[in-house]
């Protein structure tokens, strides 16, 4: 499982020890382990109780962000890692909550960090506190401070590069909502030496770089400033640049900053020129002059720079001239005025210089102060915040090692002071026993220095008050004298011979023990320093410049404010200020941060042990640690204490509902801490070792793990069912969804099959509503119409007589009339020709006279039929009434018949008369012959035949022999009854004869002729012309013939072709003679 970022304790996830109270076993090494590991894994903060140890990164770590301002914003101070942010966090919310006074103390050495240290918390503060317009605009104002401060107060040295060179408390002001309303800035101490002399590798205040690079061409013009570096003797050579730093870009910054700080113009350009001026001094030089009497002058070797200042500065060149020659006493009513040499002409050079650039840094330091006033008269909470100069054990230590020194001898002192008071305090807060503890009181090193008659201090102003000669050397001897019996005073030359033999102590020096370690100070300069002397001559010219600014920095030149007592000395001043701060710290609640540099080198990630452990030293971090553990090394309220380990025991595990003591004691019983090893305050538990803490926290993180077990167990679980139970929720919503859906189309289905037969019978409805109501209209029509005819009949009976009677009719008539005009007309034009058997006749054009046309169709054939007729002869008639009653006779009847429609009716084939053969014949018949062919007579015995001549007379038929033309047989009409005759295609016909007549004593003729159908219609004719009776014509495909006395069964079938077309007559039997017909 990823391990939970949440903390609750400083003690999660700790690397080494966070807090070195419960360091264990705890000495020097081992602090210094502790560091060393946190260093390493980039935690630069380290708790001792309350109080933070910041080590310099010098590389930007990503632990400011405001995202871990957020973390660390109202989070307790043990709860999170080691932080500033903590401390600040902490500090400020007792400000504002339990209107405490605060001040943060920022200590270390140069280039520990502690102005980076003041500036994180300021900013930290800025970001948590109230916001708005008016407040922001005061806290713009407050960070912007610190820019133009450190442009005129910080310089490059050899162990930082932004170095401060001067101490700097700051109280920022609260209203009781915690919104600040302004602050006010004190400053401690500038080292103004810098400003004429810069040790190697280091540079003079930033200020007068950036003003060099940063400046446009005609604002250097203006104050008479060129902008190359080594025109000028102030400013140290060998480093003027420095890397990583931008003096141009940061010039910009400097005045932007002043102008949201609040400068105006006019007083931007006045400090502006007071730098110029400054810078411009260095490069005045003076050249010995000797006078008659004999005393040495000095004279300005080139007053072009003289002019210069005097124009920039508006002050008079004579009387500037004059006030670096000549050397003005006053006393009483006495004034004395000496030249000076050429040493003192440059002291006094280096003095105005000084004092110049030192007044104007104080100066800007209360215009600052104006601005960022509180605007108001309410009480106000405060927050201090004192970054000062940390211990300095140099080679050669000075005055201005001594007064730090001092200084922070004072700030140990009140951190003893604050510390054990307030772990006494909390002892008896929480009733708890105190326990004296043993640990080292500075107070006894104060007051070698600051005793008002044996101090150091005092001493030294002792000396240069004094009239005679007073040197480093005589300042040396009397504190030989005074302090040489002080435990911590050492020197060479002192009454006390303990270190008469000590090589290491030189004869010009005196050896401090301070707390953090032995310094030794060169005497050298410490009366100088400590007068910090500037002729009146000096002052006075500079009072009268017309320059406002400078004459407000120099207001003791004014000779009607004539003082003749000398000036506080430098000692005696800080001494004042120290004790000012002193008294200020001890009215608030303390916090501290101690810096540490880890190397030499201004370089990430080394660690330098020596380093390290000198500075731990002198910073007193081990006595600090014992002190806070003096009796009890951890302690913490009982709600977090149970809060943190009721895990550790099942009554208080997972909740306790007693009291939070109660519950601690429990747990503490139940584990088997033994009774010495805690106390339990009021509302404290207090733990003498850390080893029991880390007992605890060593259980704490066993039993963890079986929690996140158990957590991970129940969680699965829970993930599981909460899962499934999901699953089965959106199972039965689907579910549901679906069945909605499947219902819904089940019941669009129904809607719409309803909606259908509905329709049906909407629409059957309908149509017999249409039927029915078509039906009444029809019957409406109907009742309309009979109306309407019945109203016509009505009207017209009524109106008849009004009307012409039958005018209908005749207009009908007529328009028949008139149409049958046109159709018998047309009809007249159209006529088929006269041909009987043209079939052609016109269309009818009217249906009314369909059966007219038909009859006139007929009519007309007729009537062109009668024409054909008429045209005929009385022959042709005869011919035509034969031909006519042959078909009459034979028509359907006989298959011969056809053939003899086309064939005339000759009846005379034979010549008779003309042929001689006949002759006989002819006399033989006096009769005209009908019919004179040649026939077959057909033996009734066996069928043959033979050839006959048969003639037809008006009462006669006679048969003759062909040869020789007698008469064979006659037999008049009246008996011959009947001819019979076959259906087919043959010749044979049977002449019947009556019964009992002559001629049928030889029985009836079979014939056979090849113009049957001739010879037999005009036999018919004859007989009934002649006996008026009808000849009966038998046609029949078997009939009986009389053979004398026998009847013989003539009977015809259908016979082979053998014979060609000619039919065969055989007789078969008595009975039959059968004739085959092909
Ligand atoms: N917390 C930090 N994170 C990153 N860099 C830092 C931090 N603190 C200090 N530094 C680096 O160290 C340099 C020196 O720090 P700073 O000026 O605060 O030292 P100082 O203690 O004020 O020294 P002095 O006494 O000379 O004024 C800074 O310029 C910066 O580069
Ligand atoms: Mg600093």
């Known amino acids: 499982m990823a391990k939970m970022e949440v903390k609750t304790s400083l003690l999660d996830d700790m690397i080494g020890v966070g807090d070195m109270v419960l360091l264990e076993p705890l000495n020097e090494d081992s602090f210094i382990n502790n560091l060393k590991k946190r260093f390493d894994h980039n935690e630069v903060y380290t708790y001792i109780g309350s109080v933070v140890i910041s080590i310099n990164p010098y590389r930007s770590l990503p632990i400011y962000t405001p995202e871990k301002v957020e973390e660390y914003r109202n989070r307790n101070f043990y709860e999170l890692s080691p932080h500033i942010f903590a401390l600040s966090d902490e500090a400020y919310r007792s400000l504002r909550d339990q209107d405490k006074d605060q001040c943060i103390l ?223 006493v006053e006393a009483k009513q006495e004034k004395v005025s000496t030249t000076l040499n050429v040493a003192q002409a440059y002291y006094a050079r280096d003095a105005l210089a000084k004092n110049l650039y030192s007044r104007l840094f104080s100066w800007l330091v209360t215009r600052i102060n104006e601005s960022i006033k509180a605007q108001t008269k309410v009480r106000k909470k405060v927050m201090g915040v004192l970054d000062i100069y940390g211990f300095e054990i140099f080679e050669d230590n000075s005055f201005e090692q001594f007064i730090i020194n001092y200084c922070n001898e004072k700030l140990q002192q009140i951190f003893i002071e604050l510390t054990l008071k307030e772990e006494q305090e909390e002892y008896i807060r929480e009733g708890i026993e105190w326990t004296h503890i043993e640990y080292f009181n500075n107070a006894i090193i104060c007051d070698l220095i600051e005793n008002n008659q044996t101090g150091i201090l005092a001493m030294l102003d002792e000396e240069c008050l004094r009239p005679g000669t007073v040197t480093d050397d005589t300042f040396l001897e009397k504190l030989n004298q005074v302090c040489a019996t002080h435990q911590h005073f050492e020197s060479r030359m002192s009454k006390c011979s303990r270190f008469l033999n000590d090589t290491s102590l030189p004869h010009s020096c005196f050896r401090i023990q301070h707390y953090a370690g032995k310094v030794m100070y060169q005497v050298e300069g410490f009366v100088d320093k400590n007068n910090d002397l500037l002729y009146r001559d000096l002052s006075q010219a500079m009072w009268k410049a017309n320059h406002s600014l400078i004459k407000a920095l120099f207001p003791e030149g004014n000779p009607a404010k004539i003082n003749l007592k000398r000036p506080p000395t430098a000692g005696s ?34 660690f330098n042990e020596a380093l390290v452990c000198h500075q731990i030293r002198y910073l007193g971090l081990l006595e600090n640690v014992r002190v806070r553990r003096a009796g009890y090394a951890f302690r913490q309220p009982y709600e977090p204490c149970l809060e943190r380990y009721k895990m550790l025991c099942k009554q208080t595990w997972p909740h306790w509902r007693g009291p939070a003591r109660a519950g601690v004691e429990v747990l503490f019983n139940e584990l088997g801490i033994p009774e010495e090893e805690f106390s339990f305050g009021r509302s404290k538990i207090f733990i003498r070792n850390p080893r029991t803490l880390f007992k605890l926290e060593d259980l704490r993180k066993q039993r963890l793990e079986d929690l996140a077990t158990l957590i991970e167990k129940i969680y699965r679980g829970w993930k599981c069912r909460t899962h499934f139970l999901l699953m089965k929720k959106c199972q039965i919503v689907i579910a549901s969804w679906y069945r909605r859906y499947s219902q819904q189309k089940k019941y669009q289905k129904i809607k719409s099959s309803a909606i259908t037969v ?113 045209q005929f002869t009385d022959q042709q008639k005869l011919i035509y009434e034969e031909k006519l009653e042959a078909s009459e006779l034979f028509k359907d009847k006989k298959a011969l018949y056809p053939a003899s429609v086309g064939q005339p009716f000759q009846g005379a084939y034979l010549e008779i008369s003309e042929n001689p053969k006949y002759k006989k014949l002819k006399d033989a018949v006096d009769e005209k012959i009908i019919i004179a062919e040649v026939v077959n007579k057909i033996n009734r015995a066996n069928g043959k035949a033979a050839s006959r001549i048969f003639l037809l007379t008006k009462n006669n038929v006679l048969l003759a022999d062909q040869k020789s033309g007698t008469i064979k047989s006659e037999v008049p009409l009246g008996d011959v009854t009947k001819v019979s005759m076959s259906s087919q295609n043959d010749g044979f016909f049977a002449v019947h004869l009556k019964e009992g007549s002559e001629a049928a004593s030889k029985g009836d003729f079979l014939l056979s002729s090849d113009h049957l159908i001739e010879m037999a219609t005009k036999l018919y004719r004859t007989t009934l012309s002649q006996t008026k009776q009808k000849l009966n014509i038998e046609i029949s495909d078997e009939f009986l013939v009389q053979f004398k006395q026998d009847k013989v069964c003539v009977k015809f079938i259908q016979g082979s072709q053998k014979n060609g077309n000619i039919p065969t007559c055989k007789r078969k039997n008595n009975r039959l003679l059968e004739v085959a017909v092909p």
Request: glycine share 6%.
């Open 106 to 328: 920022i200590t270390g050495e140069s280039g520990a960090g502690k102005t980076e240290a003041s500036k994180l918390v300021m900013s930290y503060v800025a970001a948590v506190c109230g916001k708005g317009a008016e407040v922001n605009q005061v806290k713009e104002q407050l960070l912007q401070s610190n820019p133009v401060l450190e442009a005129f107060g910080n310089a490059k040295t050899v162990r930082n590069d932004n170095s401060s060179r001067f101490g700097k408390y700051m109280d920022i002001e609260f209203d009781f909502k915690g919104d600040p309303l302004g602050g006010v800035i004190s400053n401690y101490l500038l080292e103004k030496s810098r400003v004429v002399k810069q040790p190697r590798g280091e540079r003079n205040f930033h200020i007068f770089y950036q003003i060099l690079s940063g400046a446009s061409e005609e604002f250097l013009c203006k104050l008479k400033l060129e902008r190359d570096f080594s025109r000028y003797n102030y400013l140290g050579l060998d480093s003027a640049r420095v890397n990583g730093v931008d003096d141009a870009s940061n010039f910009r910054t400097v005045r932007n900053a002043m102008q949201i700080v609040g400068f105006m113009d006019h007083e931007t350009q006045s400090v502006f020129e007071v730098v110029a001026a400054v810078l411009k001094l260095g490069n005045i030089e003076f050249k010995p002059e000797s006078r008659a009497n004999g005393l040495d002058e000095s004279k300005i070797k080139d007053k072009n720079e003289l002019k210069e200042i005097c124009e920039l500065t508006g002050i008079d060149q004579s009387v500037l001239e004059r006030a670096f020659s000549f050397r003005t």
């Open 758 to 870: 509905q329709s049906y019978i909407r629409g059957w409805k309908a149509r017999k509503l249409l039927r029915e109501l078509k039906h009444l209209k029809r019957c409406n029509e109907a009742a309309t119409v009979i109306a309407a005819y019945w109203h016509g009949t009505q009207v017209r009976r009524e109106y008849r007589k009004f009307f012409r009677a039958n005018a209908g009719r005749k207009i009908y008539e007529f328009t028949l009339q008139r149409l049958m005009q046109k159709y018998f007309l047309e009809m007249k034009n159209k006529m088929p020709s006269l041909s009987p058997i043209d079939k052609n006749w016109p269309a009818r054009p009217y249906l009314f006279l369909d059966s007219t046309h038909k009859e006139l169709k007929r009519i007309f054939h007729l009537w062109r039929c009668k024409k054909y007729r008429d």
């Open 573 to 606: 001043q800080f001494k004042a200020s120290v004790a000012t701060l002193m008294k200020n710290l001890q009215t608030k609640n303390p916090n501290y941060i101690r810096c540490i540099k880890p190397n030499d080198k201004k370089a990430a990630h080394i």
